[in-house]
């Protein structure tokens, strides 16, 4: 019978290798036998409880570890029928851990709600690591106090004492040698926070070659995909990264509708769902701007089209007499006008009938204004 094989090399998480990811697969093997080769450091414990209750679901699957494997991958090969793991292969478990914020200056209410909520993150999670102990338990027979203090350690295991723990069936053999920890792998194993696997000191540790490139390229993998582009609360990550909350950020804050940004070393992450809001945002904004260049200028077309229409208004008042030409400003040429036109003959105002102004009205004959009366 074909067995249909399945590779899983890298993180657990909801991008990624997940419960989806994984029933793809399996719904496409239709029931038949199925291989699933893990190489990874973990992950979200949520989507490993899933996997390992899909692989269970569908029955007849061996699940073979290859290279280390940890803390959510060891957790998603309990649903198989059987656990294989290369003789090279190192084995992990350790508590799960919660994301926590990093806060700056809090007053006493604050404070308080951060003890509260840290209180409830921790009893999350030992509520957790008893779930995941339990499966241990299931697996390997033993006591919740040596599993516990197992998960405590939080250290690397070969093959053989994963085997004598009763978490694997099988050791695959291989090329009968230790795997090989450089200075590569350690700093791989740093950079995530995890413990090295303890080896025989006295075996050289040459440059990974062939083979230990595989390695390497696997570990490394793995922890490009330990870092989902958007942590929640309700995320269960294995890795021990420091987190902190950016809240500088109050444009792109109010476009996400967040507190804040997580930021991890220096760096953070966006989801698709992000990015469409920020895009969503720039489009509003550019929509925005360009309507605003457009209604400018229409209203510089309309204020150029009444300086002209003004300026074609001032020349043919100018052309009425020199006086009204000559007057200061504006306002100034319309007392010009009045005072001329209450010159004219039977137009006179009851201010100029009381005043003694001269009657003679020479500069009136003389006036454009008034030249119906040399007419």
């Not at 399996?26 to 992950?43: C, E, I, M, T, Y």
């Not at 949520?46 to 699957?61: F, K, P, Q, R, Y």
């Not at 100034?332 to 009657?359: L, M």
Request: hydrophobic share 40%; glycine share 6%; charged share 25%.
């Amino acid at each position: 019978m074909n067995e249909t094989v399945i590779t899983l090399f890298g993180s657990i998480d909801r991008y990624c290798y997940n419960k989806n990811y994984l029933k793809y697969f399996l719904d496409k093997a239709k029931g038949q036998p199925v291989r699933l080769k893990v190489s990874s450091f973990g992950g979200d414990v949520a989507e490993a409880v899933a996997m390992a209750n899909l692989i269970s679901e569908h029955g007849n699957v061996t699940v073979e570890f290859i290279s280390f494997n940890a803390s959510a991958a060891t957790i998603l090969a309990f649903g198989a029928n059987s656990i294989e793991m290369h003789e090279d292969g190192m084995w992990l478990a350790h508590k799960c851990s919660l994301g926590v914020d990093i806060w700056g200056q809090l007053n006493a209410d604050q404070i308080e709600g951060a003890i509260k909520e840290l209180q409830n993150k921790k009893k999350s999670a030992e509520a957790i690591d008893l779930m995941i102990a339990q499966k241990y338990i299931n697996r390997s027979g033993k006591s919740l106090k040596d599993v516990i203090a197992l998960m405590e350690e939080e250290r690397w295991m070969p093959a053989s004492e994963a085997k004598d723990w009763g978490f694997i069936d099988k050791i695959i053999p291989g090329a009968h040698k230790k795997p090989q920890i450089t200075n590569e792998i350690t700093d791989c194993f740093t950079a995530i926070g995890l413990p090295l696997p303890v080896l025989n000191a006295s075996e050289a540790s040459p440059q990974p070659k062939g083979n230990d490139r595989n390695l390497v390229s696997q570990i490394i993998d793995g922890i490009k995909g330990l870092f989902p582009a958007n942590n929640t609360s309700e995320d269960i990550s294995n890795s021990n990264t420091v987190i902190s909350m950016r809240k500088e950020f109050t444009f792109i804050n109010q476009i996400l509708n967040c507190e804040g940004i997580e930021e991890k070393d220096g760096k953070t992450s966006l989801t698709v769902e992000n990015l469409q809001a920020i895009n969503d945002a720039i489009k509003v904004a550019n929509e925005a701007k360009t309507k605003a260049e457009s209604d400018l200028t229409v209203a510089n077309t309309a204020r150029q089209t009444a300086e002209n229409n003004l300026t074609a208004v001032v020349n043919d008042l100018d052309s009425l007499s020199d006086s009204v030409r000559n007057a200061a400003d504006s306002k100034a040429k319309v007392q010009v006008i009045r005072d001329i036109v209450a010159r004219i003959p039977g137009t006179a105002t009851a201010s100029h009938q009381e005043s003694n102004e001269d009657s003679k009205f020479a500069d009136i004959a003389t006036n454009p204004i008034n030249s119906y009366e040399n007419e």
